[in-house]
């Protein structure tokens, strides 16, 4: 691929997933063996959730990112139009195109909050309205994994109300499945899609490939995960042992200020991988490793073993505080907890996910602090 012949490496490759679904069942299993029986709490019984936190909620969230459009000079007109319309002005401002990042991320709240809105009273019409925004904005910044955070966030809330059974979700696959493949199709012209938000002229070209096509560019990981295995076997590149995984978490943290020409060290791992490819066009066409590389090249295969082992005890153990959730905010909470980990599975990057996660715990952090003053939330 990309004229890097990694074909010897497929074995090696499979291989480690092999190590990371044995791992991750383990993990599960371990702490199931382990648990105490809980009292399971029927979602039927939960209190109506607040319609006010999710309108304000999601206003800022909007406000946050029109913010941001304005002070990166980013049209706004191409950001909620798509770019559709042809609009390729530009707002002039002297702050740099790259924006206020933690402006933008406060897109990451409309998860939880749209998910904390099929609680409410809210009308179907005022529901479809506030994530129909939504998805314009993420499709905006040309990302999927947003939308399928979302989707997965509404399937298991759909099948924890109606009870899962096979019927439950053979009838939720009939909706979901159109939806994904949709998905594809349209997000094959992200890159259109962020040119015109930054008012790069651009034609919206047919994407002619099979659907089958599309699913396999769409789910290509395992390819960048065996050019990463090629390159630090042949090159005898060492492990990470944390700089990529952890290191890179406080570096995004701390100010740029604090390093040398105001400018933050790249991810080693994200170079190593762009670097093995030994092709430019690799390098921007998005091929990324996922989680079971990222552990790779940290600690190799046993960085795979600890890491989904971790997460699958992990998983069991949020698995069981959603079985028992004692209200509204609690049960989504571990929803999006668990729904959270699809981006940390398919990105790789933990950076990433960390600071995507932090946005999306927000909304729970300001609810748990009114609730430690005493602050009623009254439908």
């Known amino acids: 691929m990309f004229g890097n012949y990694i074909w010897d490496y497929y074995a090696n490759t499979i291989l480690n997933y092999t190590y990371a679904l044995t791992s991750f069942f383990l993990g599960y299993l371990l702490f199931l063996n382990k648990r105490k029986k809980v009292k399971l709490i029927s979602i039927q019984n939960y209190e109506k959730f607040s319609i006010n936190f999710v309108r304000v909620g999601m206003l800022i969230g909007v406000l946050a990112y029109v913010l941001w459009g304005i002070t990166s000079g980013k049209s706004l007109q191409n950001i909620f139009l798509l770019g559709l319309l042809g609009f390729q002005d530009k707002v002039n401002t002297a702050v740099e195109l790259g924006g206020n990042n933690y402006l933008k991320l406060m897109i990451e709240i409309f998860i939880p909050i749209l998910s904390l809105a099929l609680f ?29 955070l979302l989707l997965i966030s509404f399937s298991l809330i759909y099948l924890f109300r109606n009870k899962v059974s096979i019927n439950k979700i053979l009838k939720l696959s ?6 994904l493949i949709l998905l594809l199709e349209f997000t094959q012209y992200r890159k259109s899609i962020r040119q015109s938000v930054v008012g790069i002229q651009t034609e919206f070209q047919v994407n002619d490939r099979p659907i089958f096509d599309t699913l396999f560019a769409s789910s290509r990981n395992y390819l960048a995960n065996a050019s990463l295995i090629k390159y630090m076997v042949e090159e005898n590149i060492t492990y990470g042992y944390g700089d990529t995984m952890i290191m890179q978490v406080f570096i995004r943290m701390m ?15 994200l170079m190593i991988s762009n670097k093995s490819w030994g092709n430019r066009d690799a390098m921007y066409a998005g091929e990324a490793y996922d989680a079971v590389g990222g552990a790779y090249y940290e600690l190799g295969s046993l960085g795979v073993i600890i890491f989904f082992l971790l997460l699958g005890f992990i998983v069991g153990y949020v698995n069981r505080k959603m079985y028992s959730a004692k209200n509204v905010e609690q049960f989504v909470l571990y929803v999006i907890i ?39 939330i009254h439908v």
């Not at 009939?174 to 939806?179: C, Q």
């Not at 100010?255 to 791992?269: A, L, Q, T």
């Open 338 to 376: 668990i729904s959270s980990f699809f981006q940390l599975l398919t990105r790789g990057y933990l950076p990433q996910f960390f600071f995507t996660f932090g946005f999306m715990m927000l909304p729970f952090i300001i609810i748990k602090l009114r609730k430690s003053k005493k602050v009623v």
């Open 255 to 269: 100010p740029s200020s604090m390093f040398n020409n105001g400018v933050k060290p790249d991810p080693r791992g």
């Open 174 to 179: 009939l909706l979901v499945i159109p939806i």
């Open 120 to 148: 409410t009273s809210m009308k179907k019409i005022e529901f479809s309205f506030w994530l129909l925004i939504t998805i314009v904005i993420y499709l905006s910044q040309g990302f999927r994994y947003r939308i399928v």
